[in-house]
């Protein structure tokens, strides 16, 4: 290893992106790297080619021409409600080197976010969010199946949304992430009665964990109560971790009786991480 060599939280800075990411850059091949001890290290001139490469795939079509980034070129064909046009852009990103959580984390959720700005605005007709919500709810059920892993899994993780809470896709998007890791997941969706959930714990098979996402301020009260019919009828180690738009900070966690609030999907996976280590 030379001095100049850069570890990857350095690289996750310099690329701004999360170090999970730049790990799995590493980890799929698609960035050379070096490992020293329990650290890994990336040469400059690696880390150039790759810089080079990305903003290759993503912002220049074959022809040489600039064209625009992936998640607009999304929410465009979400908009006119072309599923078929929506799921070939799905299918260019993979092409072009992307994994899932980039397709899902930098194209899909970003498309979606900006389509709720438009409507919230008042820029946009409800038929056409709607519309284009099922267009998205139906490439997660084409996309995400392809990155589920076989083999052992680490172990089960029961995942939804309390009652009054009707936002699924990210928790579906979610769920396939935390698949792609190797956990099976008991995806019980939204709007979940808070007995009920408790109840899928209960009759679940080697749960090490269970995630509840809140997107309104509003399902906060109901995540409480999820949360309070859990524990009623799971033992006290078993780890409640919330995420999502509506838990907008740690204390909100703590008041829900949460064990642990994750603010991203990579935090989520790196706790998961540490649960499966200690078990
Ligand atoms: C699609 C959509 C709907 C669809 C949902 C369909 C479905 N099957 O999911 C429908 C039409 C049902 C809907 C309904 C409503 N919606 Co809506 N909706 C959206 C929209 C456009 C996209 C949601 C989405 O999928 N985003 C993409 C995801 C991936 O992003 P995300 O939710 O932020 O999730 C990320 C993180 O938060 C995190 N995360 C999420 N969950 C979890 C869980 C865990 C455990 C972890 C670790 C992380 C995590 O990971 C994700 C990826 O980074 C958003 C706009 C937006 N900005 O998101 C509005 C939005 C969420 N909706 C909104 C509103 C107001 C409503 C309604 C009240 C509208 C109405 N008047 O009826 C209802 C409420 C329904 C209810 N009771 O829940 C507001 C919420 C405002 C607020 N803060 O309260 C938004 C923000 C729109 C806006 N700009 O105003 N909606």
């Not at 850059?25 to 001139?45: C, H, I, M």
């Not at 680490?154 to 928790?171: C, D, F, Q, R, Y």
């Not at 679940?204 to 524990?231: F, H, K, N, Y």
Request: charged letters at 25%.
């Amino acid at each position: 290893m030379a001095d100049s060599d850069v570890s990857l939280h350095d690289v996750a800075e310099m690329l701004d992106v999360h170090y999970m990411t730049v790990y799995r850059y590493v980890r799929q091949g698609q960035l050379p790297a070096t490992k020293v001890g329990r650290s890994w290290y990336v040469k400059p001139s690696d880390l150039e080619l790759f810089r080079d490469a990305k903003a290759h795939s993503s912002e220049v079509s074959e022809g040489g021409k600039k064209i625009a980034p992936w998640a607009e070129r999304l929410e465009a064909q979400l908009i006119q409600g072309d599923q078929r046009g929506a799921a070939e852009i799905m299918e260019a990103v993979l092409r072009s080197g992307h994994d899932l959580y980039f397709l899902y984390l930098q194209v899909l959720s970003p498309a979606m976010s900006a389509i709720g700005a438009r409507w919230a605005a008042g820029n946009l007709e409800i038929f056409v969010e709607h519309r284009a919500s099922n267009i998205a709810m139906r490439l997660i059920g084409q996309f995400g199946p392809r990155f589920a892993r076989r083999g052992v899994s680490k172990g089960t993780v029961v995942l939804g949304s309390p009652a009054s809470e009707m936002h699924t896709l990210s928790t579906s998007m979610v769920a396939d992430l935390i698949r792609f890791e190797g956990w099976n997941v008991s995806d019980v969706g939204a709007n979940m009665p808070a007995e009920a959930f408790a109840e899928a714990i209960r009759q679940g098979e080697d749960v090490v964990a269970v995630c509840i996402g809140v997107t309104m301020p509003g399902s906060l009260p109901a995540a409480q109560a999820t949360i309070g019919a859990i524990r009623k009828v799971v033992p006290r180690d078993l780890p409640i971790l919330v995420g999502g738009a509506g838990v907008a900070s740690d204390e909100i966690a703590r008041d829900l009786g949460a064990d642990r609030r994750s603010g991203s999907v990579y935090e989520l996976i790196e706790v998961l991480g540490e649960v499966a280590r200690r078990s």
